[in-house]
C-alpha cells in the first residue's frame, strides 16, 4: 500500500486534515498490519498535521517506507532519522539543526536516501559530517543516498559557499562505509555540486576495496583528479563485485584497460554464481562459459579452472586414456629384422663362450704330449 499526502504548488492548493491528522495517527496506532509507504509533501503551502499528531505518526513501528519533505518544525525534523521503517527517504531542512542535535538519533533505516537543504550558515559542514556519524553508528544501513542542496538558487544576497575542507567529511563517510558491512550501494552523485571532494576520491575508493557487499558506487565525473585512471583501475583490481557508475548509471569506463577489469571482474563473479547452481546443469555451464566468453584469455581459462576444477576431474576421469593415447599395433613381420631376441642373443654367446674354452683346452694338452 501506498499513500500520498501532498498539496500542489503549482495549483496553489494545500491539503490539512481538519483535526490536524489526529484521528488519522489514531486508526494507525491500532493497525495490525504493515502499512507499506506513506509519503508527505507539502511544501510552503502548509500542512497536513499539527506538531504533536506529526511527533505521533513518526513514532509508528507500521511503515515500511516514509518519503517526507522538509519538516519546518525543529521537534518534528529531527524525529525522521529514528523512524521505526525499512526506507527513509527524506528532504532535511539541515540549516534548522545543530550539531549536537543529531547526538540521540538512532538510524534504523536500511534504505536510506537524505537530501540535505543546506543555507550560508557557517555550521553545515558539521551538520554534515555529525549525521553521517549518526550512519556510520547505525551499522544496519544496505543503501545510501546523499546529496546536498541550496535553500534557495545563488544570487548576490545569497552567494555561492563551498565546503572548503573536506577532511573531515571524508572521515566521516569512510567511517559510515566500513561500520556498515552489509553496504551494497552508495550514491554520492548530488555531492559535487556543494563539495568539491574529487581529490578525496581516492581515499572513498580505498574504504571500499576490501568491503565484501558493495555492488555499485554512483559518483559524478572525476577524471581531472585522476587522469590515469590509477585510482579506479586499483579499486576494480581489489574488489572485483563493484561496478563504478556515474550520473545516469553509466559504468565509468576510460579506455580498454578499464574495460579488460570488468570483462574479467565480469567473468569472476559470473564464475562464483555458477557454484551456485544445481550440480546437473553446472557441467555444461562450465563448458559453455569456457567455449564462449574465456577461450582466447589464458588468465580468464585459468580462473574458469581454478573455480570448477571439480568439473574437469569429473571429465577426465570420464575419458578412456588408451582413447586419448592410442598406441597403434604393430605387425610382427615389421619387428623381426631389427629385434633378436633375447634368448637367441644369450645362446649364441654360450656358443662361442663353448668353442674357445674347447681350443683352450685342446693347446694345453697338446703342449702336455711333447
Given amino acids: 500500500m501506498e499513500m500520498t499526502l501532498a498539496g500542489n504548488e503549482l495549483e496553489r492548493c494545500s491539503f490539512a486534515f481538519r483535526d490536524g491528522g489526529k484521528e488519522f495517527v489514531n486508526v494507525l496506532e491500532k493497525r495490525q498490519s504493515a502499512f507499506g509507504t506513506l509519503n508527505i509533501y507539502f511544501g510552503k503551502l502548509g500542512k497536513a498535521f499539527k506538531c504533536d499528531n506529526l511527533q505521533r505518526l513518526l513514532k509508528l513501528d507500521v511503515f515500511e517506507k516514509l518519503k517526507?519533505?522538509?519538516?519546518?518544525?525543529?521537534?518534528?525534523?529531527?524525529?525522521?532519522?529514528?523512524?521505526?521503517?525499512?526506507?527513509?527517504d527524506y528532504d532535511v531542512d539541515a540549516h534548522l539543526f545543530e550539531p549536537e542535535d543529531f547526538e540521540s538519533v538512532n538510524i534504523v533505516a536500511k534504505d536510506l536516501n537524505l537530501r540535505l537543504i543546506l543555507d550560508n550558515s557557517n555550521n553545515f559542514n558539521e551538520v554534515v559530517n555529525s549525521v553521517l556519524d549518526r550512519v556510520a553508528a547505525s551499522g544496519k544501513v544496505e543503501r545510501l543516498t546523499l546529496a546536498t542542496h541550496y535553500i534557495e538558487f545563488p544570487s548576490d544576497a545569497f552567494p555561492y559557499r563551498e565546503i572548503d575542507d573536506l577532511t573531515p567529511f571524508t572521515r566521516a563517510l569512510v567511517t559510515a562505509i566500513i561500520n556498515n558491512p552489509k553496504l551494497s550501494y552508495l550514491d554520492l552523485s548530488s555531492m559535487y555540486w556543494h563539495m568539491d571532494w574529487a581529490p578525496h576520491v581516492k581515499e572513498i575508493f580505498e574504504a571500499l576495496e576490501a568491503h565484501?557487499?558493495?555492488?555499485?558506487?554512483?559518483?559524478?565525473?572525476?577524471?581531472?583528479?585522476?587522469?590515469?585512471?590509477?585510482?579506479?583501475?586499483?579499486?576494480?583490481?581489489?574488489?572485483?563485485?563493484?561496478?563504478?557508475?556515474?550520473?545516469?548509471?553509466?559504468?565509468?569506463?576510460?579506455?580498454?584497460?578499464?574495460?579488460?577489469?570488468?570483462?574479467?571482474?565480469?567473468?569472476?563473479?559470473?564464475?562464483?554464481?555458477?557454484?551456485?547452481?544445481?550440480?546437473?546443469?553446472?557441467?555444461?555451464?562450465?563448458?559453455?562459459?569456457?567455449?564462449?566468453?574465456?577461450?582466447?584469455?589464458?588468465?580468464?581459462?585459468?580462473?574458469?579452472?581454478?573455480?570448477?576444477?571439480?568439473?574437469?576431474?569429473?571429465?577426465?576421469?570420464?575419458?578412456?586414456?588408451?582413447?586419448?593415447?592410442?598406441?597403434?599395433?604393430?605387425?610382427?613381420?615389421?619387428?623381426?629384422?631389427?629385434?633378436?631376441?633375447?634368448?637367441?642373443?644369450?645362446?649364441?654367446?654360450?656358443?662361442?663362450?663353448?668353442?674357445?674354452?674347447?681350443?683352450?683346452?685342446?693347446?694345453?694338452?697338446?703342449?702336455?704330449t711333447k
Avoid at 68 to 87: R, T
Avoid at 265 to 278: I, V
Avoid at 329 to 352: D, F, I, M, N, Q
Fill in 212 to 368: 565484501e557487499e558493495i555492488r555499485t558506487l554512483k559518483i559524478s565525473q572525476y577524471r581531472y583528479n585522476d587522469p590515469n585512471y590509477s585510482w579506479l583501475k586499483q579499486l576494480l583490481s581489489r574488489n572485483r563485485k563493484i561496478a563504478v557508475v556515474g550520473d545516469w548509471n553509466e559504468r565509468l569506463s576510460y579506455g580498454s584497460s578499464v574495460d579488460k577489469l570488468y570483462a574479467l571482474n565480469g567473468l569472476y563473479c559470473g564464475s562464483a554464481d555458477l557454484k551456485q547452481d544445481a550440480a546437473s546443469s553446472r557441467p555444461l555451464l562450465v563448458v559453455t562459459s569456457l567455449i564462449e566468453k574465456a577461450l582466447r584469455n589464458f588468465q580468464h581459462i585459468s580462473l574458469l579452472l581454478a573455480d570448477h576444477s571439480d568439473i574437469l576431474c569429473e571429465f577426465l576421469n570420464d575419458v578412456e586414456l588408451e582413447a586419448l593415447v592410442a598406441v597403434p599395433s604393430v605387425p610382427e613381420e615389421t619387428l623381426a629384422p631389427a629385434t633378436v631376441p633375447t634368448e637367441s642373443k644369450h645362446h649364441g654367446t654360450s656358443k662361442r663362450s663353448s668353442k674357445t674354452s674347447s681350443s683352450r683346452a685342446a693347446k694345453r694338452a697338446a703342449r702336455g
Fill in 68 to 88: 517526507l519533505h522538509s519538516l519546518d518544525e525543529k521537534e518534528c525534523a529531527i524525529l525522521p532519522f529514528s523512524a521505526q521503517v525499512n526506507g527513509l
